[in-house]
């Protein structure tokens, strides 16, 4: 019937032609935007203290 959905996206999405963005669409596409400074931000407020120490003991042996 004409008028089932708002629009053409709506009636797509219905459709399966198209997705949402799941989460980690969302994640990826803004950590492109994202400074370095930012994303080290971001990676200490996300990393439990053991993932902490181990990334920086990897750029510890990195760096000599």
Known sequence: ERGEYPS?????KAAGLI????PL???TR???TLTPDERVRFL???L?????????QELVEETG
Do not use: G, I, N, Q
């Not at 053409?8 to 797509?12: D, E, K, L, S, Y």
């Not at 439990?48 to 920086?56: K, Y």
């Open 25 to 27: 669409d969302t994640l």
């Open 8 to 12: 053409v996206r709506a009636a797509a």
């Open 44 to 46: 200490l407020d996300v």
């Open 19 to 22: 997705h949402a963005p799941t």
């Open 30 to 32: 803004a950590w492109r």
């Open 48 to 56: 439990t203290p053991e993932e902490r120490s181990a990334l920086r």
